[in-house]
């Protein structure tokens, strides 16, 4: 009990964003929501007019929409693809920052699915996509694998959220105990916790079984976030227009959307840190590993780019280099530039040395990519819809009031989620941190005998979630 | 079953666009605002489309009218999520109004950039509404539509000649487009009947396809003397 306690005063700062509101809360979901309300406003807009009030048109039938679908499905893969591999690996720096990621996919999802909504013309047929749904097409490979993805994903981020929940079961328990739990928000909250814990308490044998799960879903859920991006990338490349039909497009897309997603989770924790006064738990040294992560995908990203790109200009087909021209330095050239100076020049500058890797500087850099990667995601949607594969159609596409409301609405909406998961559960994982705290340091070190020789060859030690 | 198929003789066409508003007046094919239009909103299943060969002051305009290509392989029929557009037991691709979603992904699949999408609810003028085509669906908002063939014309002329207790013969299905063309350039047929015209027609050497190479095998032949495309420039 007095660990119990101890515990409890050191992870205080842990339990204070469920349990005290100040103004700032209600100033930031006030903002947001009005922001939200706009793009609702947008969305029945379109809905009563038709996609008329859009600035699509012949040939540019996508536009932001898709790019936002693109982008968000993207941003998913922040959360769980991260913190599976770091749990798999055994990187005990994650313990801190899993939640917060995790968190991130299962919201974003959502908005991704919205886009694809607000891209229909006909809406209120959607449910056709189950009842005549066609398999050659890869748009049902799409709601299948997101689908899918958000299942799987939604139950990676239960499984490791039910220790926290009783724990916040306890807490609001012991409150009421005290008589200090006075409005019915709070009880009825206690009741939700409750249930929501599944009657928790703590014991070894709950406590292997949910590790067994943990690790499952850990294994499980990094090939179905691969699939995802994989066949959202088959939109385009499963087409035969020009600058889609390109087989790197499935790794292409992976290894965007891992980029953008760890550029949201950095995003995503420097708030946090601030806002909640966590700089104990999400330290320079958590930023200084994200950071290097985001330093591969920035090269991964710029190997890519280029391969995709020279391979085009290389083989010089005439329908090919008419996108690529527009890319590179017609009407697109200053989106695709900006592209490359967001997703490259900056982030390799700020994270290729040790001194800029600092908070700050992989803040920055992950401002950058996250908007480098919605410039890539449109540059790679419209300058091919600009330039069909007849030479003599040619369109043009900048979009109206409604798609830019839309848009905003989507990101408002999904930073107004965020904030309100974090007021209402942990968004550090409170028993993982305390489990690292009690355990880790010692699992660790005989882990770590065990891999140097000369030591008896004993029975594994401490593989944590592998075991 | 006959391969119905269109042949459009280049050097014939006079770019007069009496096909164009022959489609439009047959398919209830709706109205747009000049602002609309001037976006790229405007409907035509049937379009000619200009092309300016060389450079001031050795000018060649040449026309080429683009109905749907209603290919063999489409492109367009694989993506669609659910079966609203489809390669019917005619041979020709087909739309189902009702069913389309509006994801625009068959427009955005196919090659020929022929299928249009319905931004708004139609519109048409007081006098035209008066005399729609009764023959012809007219589309909702939000769904996508193309050329197909006056598939309506090939119905009734199905239906008169199991009345008349005879064979579909040539000339008895003819779209309206081909129908209306004053300089005689445009033929319509049966592609697997060796006697046909348009059979005859797609032997001859001056016959080519739009984007032959992509596999779409399209069922619209074009006759041209010499090289067509002209210099291209990049965008």
């Known amino acids: 009990m007095d660990r119990e306690r101890e515990h409890n005063e050191a992870d205080a700062k842990l339990f204070a964003p469920m349990l005290e509101t100040g103004r700032p809360f209600y100033l930031t979901v006030g903002v947001l929501s009005a922001l939200v309300l706009w793009g609702i406003y947008a969305w029945l807009t379109q809905y009563r007019w038709g996609l008329g009030v859009t600035g699509l048109n012949r040939p540019v039938y996508w536009g932001f ?403 | 079953m006959p391969r119905w198929a269109m042949v459009i003789d280049l050097d014939k066409c006079t770019g007069c666009q009496a096909c164009v508003i022959a489609c439009k007046a047959e398919n209830n094919i709706p109205f747009v605002s000049p602002e609309q239009a001037a976006m790229g909103r405007t409907i035509s299943w049937m379009e000619i489309i200009p092309i300016v060969e060389g450079e001031y002051p050795r000018v060649r305009v040449r026309y080429i009218p683009r109905p749907c290509m209603q290919c063999d392989n489409p492109p367009c029929t694989k993506v669609c999520p659910v079966y609203a557009t489809f390669k019917n037991e005619e041979g020709l691709v087909a739309q189902i109004y009702p069913r389309c979603i509006g994801c625009r992904y068959c427009t955005a699949a196919c090659p020929y950039t022929v299928k249009y999408f319905n931004w708004y609810a139609p519109q048409w003028p007081a006098e035209m509404r008066a005399c729609l085509n009764p023959d012809v669906s007219t589309r909702p908002k939000g769904v996508v539509e193309k050329c197909t063939f006056c598939h309506h014309r090939l119905q009734k002329a199905k239906e008169k000649a199991r009345a008349e207790q005879r064979e579909l013969r040539e000339g008895d299905y003819v779209p309206a487009c081909v129908q209306s063309c004053p300089a005689g350039a445009m033929f319509f047929g049966d592609l697997d009947d060796p006697m046909s015209t348009v059979a005859q027609l797609a032997r001859s050497a001056r016959a080519f396809r739009l984007l032959d190479d992509l596999g779409t095998e399209p069922k619209v032949i074009y006759l041209s003397e010499g090289e067509w495309y002209g210099p291209r420039k990049r965008a």
């Open chain 1, 65 to 467: 929409y898709i790019t936002n679908f693109v982008f968000f499905i993207g941003i998913s893969h922040a959360g769980t693809l991260v913190s599976a591999i770091l749990r798999l690996c055994q990187a005990e720096w994650r313990r801190s920052i899993t939640r917060s990621a995790e968190v991130i996919t299962v919201l974003v999802l959502f908005f991704g699915v919205a886009n694809i909504l607000a891209d229909l013309g006909r809406p209120d047929r959607v449910l056709n996509i189950i009842k005549h749904g066609q398999f050659h097409s890869p748009l049902l490979w799409d709601v299948t694998s997101v689908a899918t993805y958000l299942t799987a994903s939604s139950i990676y981020l239960y499984l490791p959220l039910i220790p926290d929940l009783a724990l916040l079961r306890d807490k609001l328990q012991m409150l009421q105990n005290e008589g200090r739990l006075t409005s019915l928000f709070m009880r009825f909250r206690r009741r939700v916790y409750t249930w929501l814990a599944l009657g928790w308490t703590g014991t070894e044998r709950q406590q292997r079984r949910l590790n067994r799960a943990i690790s499952v879903m850990a294994v499980l859920v990094i090939p179905i976030a691969v699939s995802v991006h994989t066949v959202v990338s088959w939109v385009f490349a499963m087409t035969i227009q020009p600058m889609w039909h390109s087989t790197i497009f499935g790794p292409y897309f992976v290894a965007g959307a891992i980029f953008s997603g760890i550029a949201a989770l950095i995003l995503a924790m420097a708030v946090i840190r601030r806002v909640y006064h966590l700089e104990e738990y999400l330290k320079p040294v958590h930023f200084n590993h994200l950071g290097v992560l985001l330093l591969v995908m920035t090269l991964l990203w710029l190997y890519f780019t280029f391969a995709e790109h020279l391979t085009s200009y290389y083989g010089a087909e005439p329908a090919h280099m008419r996108v690529f021209w527009t890319k590179v330095t017609g009407r697109y050239a200053p989106a695709f530039w900006t592209m490359v100076v967001c997703c490259f020049i900056i982030p390799f500058s700020l994270l290729s040395r040790r001194r800029t890797r600092t908070i700050t500087g992989t803040v920055i850099a992950s401002v950058a990519v996250i908007i480098g990667m919605w410039l890539e995601r449109f540059t790679i949607v419209v300058p091919t819809l600009v330039n069909p594969r007849l030479p003599y159609e040619r369109g043009l596409y900048s979009p109206t009031w409604v798609e830019v409301a839309i848009t905003v609405g989507c990101f408002a909406m999904f930073i107004l989620l965020y904030v309100i998961f974090t007021k209402l559960f942990p968004i550090i994982s409170i028993w993982e941190v305390r489990e690292g705290r009690e355990r880790a340091l010692q699992e660790t070190a005989e882990r770590i005998k065990t891999y140097l020789p000369g030591e008896e060859e004993v029975e594994e030690v401490g593989v944590g979630v592998l075991s």
